[in-house]
């Protein structure tokens, strides 16, 4: 790894870990807080997927912290202890995110269309693009396509990363949209869902802003190896 690469890394390692301790604050605060309907995160996301049609899609509890996530390989809502157990307003938020996606699933919403077309090769690249660079950036001014290679192996995490942003961002929007307008929150603890979604997506932005800025690094340093030969 260059030195100006390091640089980049720690940087965005830094904001990251920011990010993702105001998130664990802002997480644990609202877990505090019980809705006033008293609905677990499992209540949650079953009543909105019954809500939205989807009658499908199984709600599981999984291990882990903030391990929350949706398989749309098998359709199930996969929710950690605290949530799927929970009844604070952080359950509920997360809870009906993760159900947002499974309603963009049921309706074909293109950019996770194209997020799961891709994930088989970012699995693949994943595996090997870091070995990739590390030979290419040693050998650029002797075999730079082997540089290039790795490039475009990164690309494709990089370009994985963006179609996130709004494949996360939609999910957000589709759980805040059906929380309003159902009894599921009071006017007084939605802005506190609101508020704890929007670090939850920051984490996507700073994790693709570093994929990218990354990204461009390499190509600086394959045209300046290209510029020598």
């Not at 990251?16 to 644990?28: C, D």
Request: with cysteine; net charge positive.
């Amino acid at each position: 790894m260059t030195p100006s690469i390091l640089v980049v890394s720690l940087i965005f390692i830094g904001i990251s870990m920011l990010v993702s301790m105001v998130l664990k604050g802002k997480f644990n605060a609202y877990s505090k807080i019980p809705l006033s309907n008293g609905l677990t995160g499992k209540e949650v996301a079953e009543k909105m997927l019954r809500e939205n049609g989807i009658f499908d899609v199984k709600v599981n509890s999984v291990d882990g912290f903030l391990s929350d996530h949706y398989n749309p390989g098998n359709k199930t809502v996969n929710l950690s202890p605290e949530v799927y157990n929970g009844n604070s307003i952080a359950s509920a938020a997360v809870a009906a995110h993760e159900c947002g996606h499974a309603v963009q699933h049921a309706t074909a919403y293109n950019w996770l269309m194209m997020r799961s077309r891709l994930v088989p090769m970012v699995q693949f690249s994943s595996g090997i693009v870091q070995w990739v660079l590390l030979l290419g950036v040693i050998m650029v001014n002797r075999f730079p396509q082997l540089l290039l290679a790795g490039i475009i192996l990164f690309a494709l995490t990089a370009l994985f990363t963006l179609i996130t942003l709004p494949v996360e961002f939609d999910a957000s929007r589709r759980a805040l949209a059906w929380l309003n307008r159902t009894n599921v929150m009071t006017s007084q603890e939605f802005p506190k869902a609101k508020d704890a979604l929007k670090w939850a997506a920051t984490t996507y932005v700073v994790a693709a802003l570093a994929t990218v800025a990354t990204l461009v690094q390499y190509i600086l340093i394959y045209a300046n190896g290209r510029s020598r030969n």
